[in-house]
């Protein structure tokens, strides 16, 4: 089946730093990514839709100079979380949209826990 | 805006038993329909997905849907101990010319004991 995969699994900066989260798509393209954030205890929220090839559609209240979005091919996809403060701590997780198997069945990354101390 | 209910739970299933979990959403026009298993820390792994009204079945699970009611629901039956997670309900509307994210409900903590 699908694979999608992320990296780092675990990741902890600085304050004021900044961290990248890579998503790939192993054995499929994908034209659509997308970015969740999940604290803990809290559902999966949608943070943006990354399209290959043009920019990041964002959700509202999702600060896009803060969290920098690069879909530069078909299988791959970057966060980048800039100036990292503690309350951006979270579980951050794509997923990619496999078109090829008809309907809109979407796969997730096995996902990267953030640490900002 | 989209929305999506489910009880958080948690349902307590005795080991072998049926559990049913339940889920509505606010937006009429979604079209695909999906519950994802999430263990603990790591990430939501696809159950089912059923885009028509009716029962889809796939070994142990079966998923309900009703889109006049905007109703979805999952029954896992002879329930296993690592059955025991939270399971996610997700809507999405695909309007086959694009495809946006997921909405999620909060989950359903779903206990199996043995």
């Known amino acids: 089946g699908a694979v999608v995969s992320q990296h780092p699994s675990r990741v902890i900066c600085k304050s004021g730093t900044s961290v990248k989260i890579e998503c790939r798509s192993l054995d499929f393209q994908a034209t659509t990514m997308f970015w969740y954030r999940q604290f803990p205890k809290q559902s999966l929220m949608l943070m943006a839709t990354?399209?290959?090839?043009?920019?990041?559609?964002?959700e509202q209240g999702v600060e896009k100079d803060k969290f920098l979005i690069n879909h530069a091919s078909l299988t791959l996809s970057t966060l980048t979380v800039t100036s990292a403060h503690p309350e951006d701590s979270s579980f951050y997780i794509c997923?990619?949209?496999?078109?090829?198997?008809?309907?809109?069945?979407?796969?997730f990354g096995e996902g990267s826990w953030l640490t900002v101390v | 805006q989209k929305e999506v209910e489910q009880n958080s739970g948690p349902l307590s299933v005795p080991e072998g038993a049926i559990a049913s979990l339940n889920c509505t959403y606010s937006?009429?026009?979604?079209?695909?329909f999906f519950w994802y298993r999430q263990y603990s820390g790591k990430s939501p792994e696809l159950i089912m997905s059923i885009y028509s009204n009716g029962d889809k079945e796939d070994g142990r699970f079966t998923a309900q849907l009703n889109k006049a009611s905007q109703y979805v629901s999952l029954l896992i039956r002879d329930s296993q101990p690592s059955d025991s997670a939270t399971y996610l309900c997700a809507v999405n509307e695909y309007s086959g010319g694009g495809a946006d994210g997921l909405t999620f409900g909060k989950g359903t903590h779903l206990i199996i004991q043995p």
């Open positions: 990354s399209n290959e090839g043009s920019k990041a559609t964002y």
């Open positions: 997923s990619a949209n496999n078109r090829a198997q008809g309907g809109n069945t979407i796969y």
């Open positions: 937006d009429r026009v979604s079209q695909s």
